[in-house]
């Protein structure tokens, strides 16, 4: 079945920085487009980023651009979000999703994993 496994969260100054990871499995990684969410308490779950599969086409929402970046592996099944210049409005809850088509479109996320922006 699909998994997607995100790691890497914690607690971080303003300023500083941490990476992402989502680990995925149980479908074809390399042809699919990869994408990071964040929901921060009491707001509606936003879009990060995206990553084509080839690892271009890219996009950034407006408030991370320039200091956020995604990218991925193919050989290791796995997407990041490099996260530079952190700010407290960042502090949420990361989750890496796909679209897959099986008889239709269905989107699947994994867990997510805290990341909390405080001195």
């Known amino acids: 079945q699909v998994q997607l496994v995100e790691s890497g969260g914690g607690l971080v100054q303003p300023g500083g920085s941490l990476t992402l990871s989502c680990a995925a499995s149980?479908?074809?990684?390399?042809?699919?487009?990869m994408s990071w969410y964040r929901q921060a308490p009491g707001k509606e779950r936003d879009l990060v980023a995206v990553?084509?599969?080839?690892?271009?086409?890219?996009n950034y929402a407006d408030s991370v651009k320039g200091r956020f970046t995604i990218s991925r592996d193919n050989t290791k099944n796995t997407v990041y979000l490099q996260m530079n210049s952190l700010k407290s409005e960042d502090t949420a809850v990361y989750y890496c999703?796909?679209?897959?088509?099986?008889?239709?479109?269905?989107?699947?996320w994994g867990q997510g994993t805290q990341v909390t922006v405080s001195s």
């Open positions: 999703s796909t679209n897959i088509w099986r008889f239709g479109w269905k989107s699947y």
């Open positions: 149980g479908f074809t990684f390399s042809t699919s487009t």
């Open positions: 990553i084509g599969s080839d690892g271009g086409g890219t």
